[in-house]
């Protein structure tokens, strides 16, 4: 779950943790190895995308000055703690790297992946 989950928000866990790749079934290791993979390309293909000015840090008075961090939206403080915010580079915006299936704990991963963009769905259609 840890991988997929890292996956699914963007980040960049690999197959060298041993702990959570072993927890994996072959089946998760397969899909995890799949989204691994599509965001790598990404990632080769549009390496000069800038991160999100929201995601950036902001130690520096210009950082702030530069709306480094405005925005940024912290999931424990919104209702049901999903945060509406995106997380990607606005040319990889509204790509999906990790698709569950419905099987084994990928079941449950996507059952909680489905509530969470419900309730982003809702929050728009407000």
Known sequence: M????LIHQGSTPTPNDQDAWNALSDDERNAVYAAYN???QDAHHDV?????LHLR???TTLMKELE???GY????DEADAVAEMTCL????EGRTYYEPKERGFEKEIKRR???WAEIKKRRKGE
Do not use: E, I, T
């Open 2 to 5: 840890k991988y997929m989950l």
């Open 38 to 40: 599509s965001a790598a």
């Open 48 to 52: 000069a995308q800038p991160v999100p």
């Open 57 to 59: 840090n902001a130690p």
């Open 68 to 70: 480094y961090g405005k």
């Open 73 to 76: 939206r912290y999931a424990h």
């Open 89 to 92: 580079p606005p040319a990889l």
């Open 113 to 115: 992946l489905d509530g």
